[in-house]
């Protein structure tokens, strides 16, 4: 042997554990004390493997007569040629086996902000939550509201926003020990405005040119956003598998549409969330034209077969 | 809703204490004992009983007419017989404890009236000339003494004395107004005259007054009467049959309605339409809102009367309403988030109701006469009467920064094309008040709109006047 050897013991999530380094071979692996490797699991052997050169001078990975034998990608054989990507079973412990010579993998551009975190972070959230709710606290004010209804709203605002972000950074922190408070913060803040502009600008949209569609499905864009705003914060948690984390999030959204779409229907015999738009704006804001008396009456005229179409013999059933 | 519970309230303690002071009361008048004695012979009580289980779900009154076993009382008192005969049954029960099933023959829902056929002969004492000339029944004269009999909230068999008081106007058909008790239970019993003449058929009170009782006249049971012979097989289904009355009594009801242009009334800034007449009744309402960001001020049309089909269908009903805001503090901004608050929860879904279908809708922005207003129609059928319909109507003016106009028109039973025809013309009335044009700084406007909507609130004592059928819902028994 001419090149030293790494064996890396594996956990279940696909972290190394422990790393070995070897300058000679053949290595012994087992639960036995004699071993080069010593496997503190009940279900590998005493002496359960061995790592050595064939006669073509590949690594190899032989079983000696273990009664679980090895397994690697669920099959189960007795002896493998090393594949340096390989995790190789024995008993229940993971092993990959590394030459020096291995090629990593090139590093990854690091798109990590971290000027979107800290106290810096923290603050920014903080106005822009305040911002948000002082809005939608004045837009309706119809009465004379002093400023102590203002400060209460805000402060209400506030304490829930501060509940949720706490949440998150308590999880963060137990799972990758940091806090990460003003990343959450402003991940909060975020989703918190997307919906506030965007209740405004779908409504103001479907004002403007009669779109009614965005002001009767309300449920839909809120989930969207929700998610998305969870699915931020599970990504700035530092989990590994962060890949899944896109899907998971994903089926849970549809799933909660769909489930908004069923109640609504069973509910109303529409999808849509609102029976009619009842935003309305000022008049500068309308942009489409409006439709002639004459128009209205043919609209009007085609709902009898609708109505018609409806009618049932027995309507308990 | 709260008027009308206290109103139940009311009526129920008074008849308990009424019961413990019975024996200080003078005797009944000699008359109402005479006749007593000899009209409870063919006084009956009704009780609809659901045929799984034999539970009671309405009583009420009836009487047999002459010498047959032909007995007339109210359709509100057998409704659930005729409209779900699979799941209800009839039983009658006589002063002298005698019962049996009974069957229906034939109702008119229009006038509240139903012919039940018994197995029990009449003594002749209610007789109705079975001919088309309502000129054979008794003159009755304002103040003339009537008697109602009937089973009262199902206490026993009684006769009350009141007097006869006219012709209630504010329905579409004609009813007589008795001062005097007619309580639930007693629906279907007879109204008769000190000679002992059928004067007409109890059927309501209202509970928002004292003794305002309203009595079927006799001649439409007479009608009724004529056209259903002794031997008369009931019908299998009453359904097409009460769809065929309900559709006859809109045309009637639609044609007076449609029969001259809407009035034209002025509301802040718009004109708007109103119906006014006897069975239509408008009240307003304004705010200058001294306190308030904007003034307000309203009108609301409503029709007194309806058709009682069943408890879950009242129709061949009319409303509108209109609310007019106008700003005074408001940013339009602001301003505009308060119209739609306003406008907003004012449809709401029928998807659970047996009666109608969902609601199918059209909403747009349309262009009027000198106004451009957001408006939405919506629609239902009904699903057991063919070729009726409801419809609500509900606008709001989308073309002015500082005022609004919100109107509402709801029909209900109403054939498609008079619908809309009603619609059409409602939003044709519609309009801006030529000479308001914004000329005027916002301050004064604010000023005359105040003074000119106050023109519109009427004093009215009572929020609102219901009318309760003389029906007991009882499901104890």
Redesign the interface.
Known sequence: MNKPLFVELMTAAGDVAQRFRFDQLPIRIGRAYDNDIILDDPYAAAHHAIIELNQLEELTLRDLGSVNSIKQNHQRDNFFVINSDGHYRLGHSELRIRSIDYKVATEKLDESDHRWDGWRAAIVALVVISITALFEQ???????KNISEYLLTLVGVLTATAGWIGAWSLVNRLLSGRTRFGRHALIAACGLLATAIWETLSSLMAYAF?F?SLATFTAHPGIFIGAATIYYHLMSLGIKQSERIKYYVGGITLFASVVVLIQNY?????LRDK??????????V?M?D????E???K??????E???K????H??D | MKLFSLCVVLLSCCLSSATFAANNLPKPSSTAQALFEKAEKDLLKLRVLTKNGRSQSSVGSAFLIGTGNLAVTNFHVISQIALEPETYFGEYKNTKGESGDFVVLAVDVLHDLAIVRVAQKGTGFYHIPLTDDKNQLPALQQGENLYSLGNPLDLGFSITEGTYNGLNTRGFSEQYMFTGPVNPGMSGGPNITADGELAGVNVAHRLDGELVSFLVPAHYAQALLTKTPIDMQPPADFKPLIGDQLLEHQKVMFNILLSKPFEIKELGDYRVPVRESDQVRCWGDSDDGT????SSAGISCSMESEIFVSDSLQTGHISMSHSYMRNKK?N??????????R???Q???S?????L????????????HNV?M???????????FTGL?DFTLIT?T????NS?LQSMMNIRGVA?DTG?KL??EF??SLSRSESNQKKIPLQDKVNETTEETQINSSTRSSTSSKISANKKDDRNE
């Not at chain 1, 004045?138 to 004379?144: A, F, G």
């Not at chain 1, 609209?299 to 009898?304: F, K, S, W």
């Not at chain 2, 998807?351 to 009666?355: E, F, I, K, L």
């Open positions: 004045w837009s309706s004010d119809y009465r004379d009669s009614e069973q509910s109303s015999h529409y029976l009619y738009m009842d935003v309305i704006y000022p008049p500068a309308r489409s409006e439709i002639t008396l128009d209205l009456a609209d009007i005229e085609a709902l009898q609708r109505a018609d409806d009618r049932k013999e309507p308990e | 306190e308030k960001k904007v408001l339009s901004w602001q301003f505009a988030k308060l119209s739609g608050q406008f907003a929860n449809v709401y879904s998807a659970h109701s047996r009666v279908t969902p609601a199918a809708c059209t909403e747009n922005f349309v262009q009027l451009n957001r408006v939405q129609v919506c629609t239902e059928a009904y699903h057991k319909y709001a989308s073309d002015d920064v609004s498609y809309m619609v059409s939003l044709q």
